[in-house]
């Protein structure tokens, strides 16, 4: 491997003003020197592609939705590796040189960059101390930083799947490949949940399920612990302490993560009413 490769760093965007600095910024200050900035924007109507002209000069427009982008993004990049970030996260400095040096140990060909959700209010607390619960958990993570090489060989993510495509093609090369292909690192990316609203993720959840039938014809048993609530449950009650080390903030978690399986749920069985109705 070479010294320094270049790595494609890939934003996806929509709306995305409030976010889009900072995410930016946080790339344009990693520590890291071979880095290839590129944003993909769908068609957005607020100040987003004004915002981003700041850190950017290479900026597409592409929809119609994240799958599509990331791939497109990918087409247009000249990286060894390739890494997709949306627009609603910040990376800590040193991610991208952590994953280069994480590659070159241990000859991974994909990575694993963990997050934490930061933002303010009630509900962003909650999501914050969900995401905490997942972090090393296998079923529960999926790869970001792809060797550019293996992203081609899979054709990248499924432009059918919407919602849990960050999950099927990691999985899909696991497959191939093994686990051995996967490794992480040990600095995050952190998801702005800002001022999140419970109806805000319940919508999101409600729209996400209804492609569950294209992600469950590659990961069926990976998709059986993910929508299990029983499995989501006992992750959160293994560190009881921390669930309720604020008793209100463990207790609106656990109805916001049940309010979102309710969600999604009607969502998936939507899908496959109106399936059968073609």
């Not at 597409?60 to 247009?76: D, L, M, V």
């Not at 998709?223 to 009881?240: A, G, H, P």
């Not at 049940?258 to 109106?274: D, R």
């Amino acid at each position: 491997m070479k010294n320094n490769p270049l790595v494609s760093v890939i934003v996806v965007s929509k709306n995305s003003s409030e976010t889009i600095g900072a995410c930016l910024l946080s790339i344009k200050n990693q520590n890291y020197p071979n880095i290839e900035l590129i944003l993909v924007d769908n068609k957005s109507k607020d100040n987003t592609i004004l915002i981003s002209r700041k850190y950017t000069d290479t900026i597409f427009n592409k929809g119609p939705e994240r799958s599509a982008q990331r791939n497109y993004g990918a087409i247009k990049s000249t990286g060894d590796f390739v890494c997709f970030i949306d627009s609603d996260m910040e990376l800590e400095e040193d991610v991208v040189s952590k994953a280069i040096e994480a590659i070159k140990l241990s000859n991974a060909k994909i990575l694993v960059l963990p997050e934490l959700s930061i933002g303010f209010g009630f509900w962003a607390k909650c999501k914050a101390l969900e995401r905490s619960f997942y972090l090393n958990v296998d079923w529960m993570e999926a790869a970001r930083f792809f060797d550019s090489k293996i992203f081609k060989e899979f054709n990248g993510f499924d432009e059918e799947n919407t919602g849990t495509e960050d999950f099927d093609l990691p999985q899909r090369i696991k497959t191939k490949y093994g686990d051995k292909i996967e490794s992480r690192i040990d600095c995050f990316i952190k998801h702005n949940e800002r001022n999140l609203s419970l109806y805000k993720t319940l919508r999101k959840k409600f729209y996400y399920a209804q492609n569950l039938n294209e992600y469950k014809k590659n990961n069926l048993i990976k998709l059986k612990k993910q929508s299990s609530i029983l499995q989501r449950y006992s992750l959160f009650f293994k560190d009881y302490n921390k669930l309720f080390k604020n008793p209100i903030v463990g207790i609106g978690m656990l109805f916001m993560k049940t309010s979102e399986f309710i969600a999604g749920g009607f969502g998936y069985l939507l899908s496959n009413v109106l399936k059968n109705k073609k």
